[in-house]
């Protein structure tokens, strides 16, 4: 599994998109402030079919520590808790492949023994921010994506 940074979703967003990089740094940066903003507000924020984020109240407990053994008050707190949504959730679905009239297709769910690599699921999660338009990513990208990533290692 590979770790995604900020700075490598905005370099692939610039490409698709043909926006200049420091306009989508900033129009990214934006998103994830105002998402700070709102969950430390309180409030609930739904993205249709990629999930949503709400804050939750954790109660007061008591812990342990588990050198001591001794008790340790834990007070209450706020947390974000994420759900995820209808789009994400069959991206992280199992995936066949099978012949189709145009060739190979991949199906969703259809069986448990083959399994989403996680560049597949990455692929279908991605969102083109400037046309607004989710999609999956082509074949020859994918294929492009992980010959890159082989040559960095």
Known sequence: MNTITKKILIDRIAENTGMKRVAVKQVVQNFLDEVIV???????????????????QRAP????????????????KRTVKFKVGRRMREAMEPVTTHSGASGTETTPGTDSRVTTTASQAE???????????????????ISNREHETANAH
């Open 38 to 56: 709102e969950l430390g507000d309180g409030n609930r924020l739904e993205f249709r079919d990629f999930g949503v984020f709400e804050v939750k």
């Open 61 to 76: 407990r008591i812990a342990q520590n588990p050198k001591t053994l001794e008790r340790v008050p834990v007070p209450a």
């Open 123 to 141: 692929s279908k999660v991605r969102v083109e921010m400037g046309s607004g338009v989710v999609g999956q990513i082509r074949s020859e990208a």
